[in-house]
Every structure is written in structure tokens, then in C-alpha cells.
């Protein structure tokens, strides 16, 4: 079965700290994985996307197939990026959907 | 904005009714996705239409429906609700790309089933 793991529902740092969103995954296909944030009434927008290998507003992640993980990072937090952020795996062979984390709420401090 | 609307907004509503939600996809969109967020499940995948033709299901209930049209716009139906149904309804909606998509999201629909 697939399984999207954040083991942190709350993470507050302070402003200029670094951050890492943590996410595990099981899913015995090759995976394909996204980070989706929600900030505050707002609607789920892609973050970034592990086949893209990109920095979105200064976040990264990078899959780890061996520890099965796709660990969010940004070396210095700011006020803005507080906000609900998913990770969710993608599944395939004809039944694609996204199976989601539970979220972790960021809450940056100034 | 990620183009995706979804109407209406909030729904308050009695046990036992029926409601419909409406998604309008993105421009070029043939894949429309329905999802469910509730406190104790969080985001569940209900349902995958592509192109007027049900792709795949998830642990949607049978009381449940969906359906995409000509125009590429997908209803949901949740019929004799139940408390338990209240929740934000979201739908997504992606192109395909080689073998993947990326779904974005509309802003949900609220369920307050009272």
C-alpha cells in the first residue's frame, strides 16, 4: 500500500533558522513525489516536484530512494513561508492520484 | 491562480439531503481529480476523470458520484449525508505531459452538514 509519512504536525523556527519538513514514503513503484503548501486561506498550490530537481523559493528536496524520503529544506527561513506544506506521492499504472501526507503546520517566528 | 474554480464555496446542510459540487477545470485541462479533507483523514483521493471517462476510484462511498461533461466540467453528488461527510472538498485538475501530470488545485468547497 502507498503511505506518505510526516511525522511533524507542528514546526515553528525562527526567522533565518534553517528548516527541514520531514517525509517518508511507502509505495513499492518507483516513486514520484511533490510538495504542495497551503498558506493561510489560501488554496493548495505545487511547490516543488522531485523530477524537476528545482529551488522554489529557496526550498529543495531531494528523493532519497534508499531511505525512502523527501525531506523539504531551506537554509533560512522567512516569516512568509509559514503555512501548511503536504507531501504527497504520486501513484501510476492507471490509477494516478496523489496520496498525502497529513501536513506539518510551519510557523516562522520573527 | 492556478485557474481551477469550484462552486460554491460553502454548502450548509441538513443529514439525509443531497448536494452537488461544481469544478471547473483548468483551460486545456482534460483530467479533472476530486479529493476530500477531513481533521482525522486528511486529504483523501475520491475520484479521477479524464476526458469524460472515470479513470480510477479511490475510497469513495457509494453514495457518492461524480461525473465529467463535454465541456470538461466534473460535478460531484454526495447524497443522504451524513455528519461525518462535512469536510473541504477539493478538486484538481492537470495535463498530461510524456508519461506524468501535475495537478493543481481549486480553492474547495466547504461541507457543513449540520
Known amino acids: 500500500a502507498q503511505r506518505v509519512t510526516q511525522p511533524e504536525k507542528l514546526l515553528s523556527v525562527f526567522k533565518g533558522a534553517p528548516v527541514e519538513l520531514k517525509c517518508n514514503y511507502s509505495y513499492s513503484g518507483s516513486p514520484e513525489l511533490f510538495w504542495y503548501v497551503q498558506y493561510s486561506r489560501q488554496r493548495l498550490q505545487l511547490l516543488l516536484r522531485h523530477i524537476s530537481r528545482e529551488s522554489i523559493k529557496g526550498f529543495t528536496a531531494d528523493l532519497n530512494k534508499g531511505e525512502t524520503s523527501f525531506h523539504l529544506k531551506k537554509p533560512f527561513a522567512q516569516e512568509e513561508d509559514s503555512a501548511m506544506y503536504y507531501c504527497?506521492?504520486?501513484?501510476?499504472?492507471?490509477?494516478?492520484?496523489?496520496?498525502f501526507g497529513k501536513g506539518t503546520k510551519l510557523t516562522v517566528n520573527p | 491562480d492556478s485557474g481551477v474554480t469550484q462552486t460554491p464555496k460553502h454548502l450548509i446542510t441538513a443529514t439525509g439531503q443531497r448536494v452537488t459540487l461544481r469544478c471547473s477545470p483548468r483551460s486545456g485541462d482534460l483530467s479533472v481529480y476530486w479529493y476530500q479533507q477531513s481533521l482525522d483523514q486528511g486529504l483523501q483521493f475520491l475520484i479521477h476523470?479524464?476526458?469524460?471517462?472515470?479513470?480510477a476510484k479511490g475510497n469513495i462511498l457509494e453514495r457518492f458520484s461524480a461525473q465529467q461533461f463535454p465541456d470538461l466540467h466534473s460535478e460531484l453528488n454526495l447524497s443522504s449525508l451524513e455528519l461525518g461527510d462535512s469536510a473541504l472538498y477539493f478538486c484538481?485538475?492537470?495535463?498530461?505531459?510524456?508519461?506524468?501530470?501535475?495537478?493543481?488545485f481549486g480553492p474547495g468547497t466547504r461541507l457543513t452538514v449540520l
Open positions: 484538481a485538475s492537470s495535463v498530461w505531459v510524456g508519461y506524468t501530470d501535475t495537478q493543481y
Open positions: 476523470y479524464y476526458n469524460g471517462e472515470e479513470r
Open positions: 504527497a506521492l504520486r501513484t501510476q499504472g492507471g490509477s494516478e492520484k496523489l496520496v
